[in-house]
Nanobody, 124 residues
Framework: QVQLVESGGGLVQAGGSLRLSCAAS????????MGWFRQAPGKEREAVAV????????YYADSVKGRFTISRDNAKNMVYLQMNSLKSEDTAVYLC?????????????????WGQGTQVTVSP
């Protein structure tokens, strides 16, 4: 089992920045691929950014390209999401997820482990 705990969410004005952190524990070797997803009220959960074990491959949703950066520190069992130039449409619960395997998939059903989520609210 892999346990994931997110932190860093909050309220920010449009144009501002936040850095989300995800701490992994347990069988962290199983967290080969990790990602950040978000879910807004009434909307489906969507992949925001995904990163492989080494950090050499990443995926970003079109809506966040150029504004968000995903990174990981395997020595610390941490994954980060730096969010810049935030927009009101970025408001959502952000969830950290992990899966075994090296494929950079983006479907929520492909990820086995999930954190509880952290709320990000961007005011106009």
């Amino acid at each position: 089992q892999v346990q994931l705990v997110e932190s860093g969410g909050g309220l920010v004005q449009a144009g501002g920045s936040l850095r989300l952190s995800c701490a992994a524990s347990g069988r962290t070797a199983s967290a080969e691929t990790m990602g950040w997803f978000r879910q807004a009220p009434g909307k489906e959960r969507e992949a925001v950014a995904v990163i492989n074990w080494s950090g050499s491959s990443t995926y970003y949703a079109d809506s966040v390209k150029g504004r968000f950066t995903i990174s990981r520190d395997n020595a610390k069992n941490m994954v980060y999401l730096q969010m810049n130039s935030l927009k009101s449409e970025d408001t959502a619960v952000y969830l950290c997820a992990a899966k075994t395997g090296v494929a950079l998939t983006t479907g929520p059903n492909s990820f086995r482990y999930w954190g509880q989520g952290t709320q990000v609210t961007v005011s106009p």
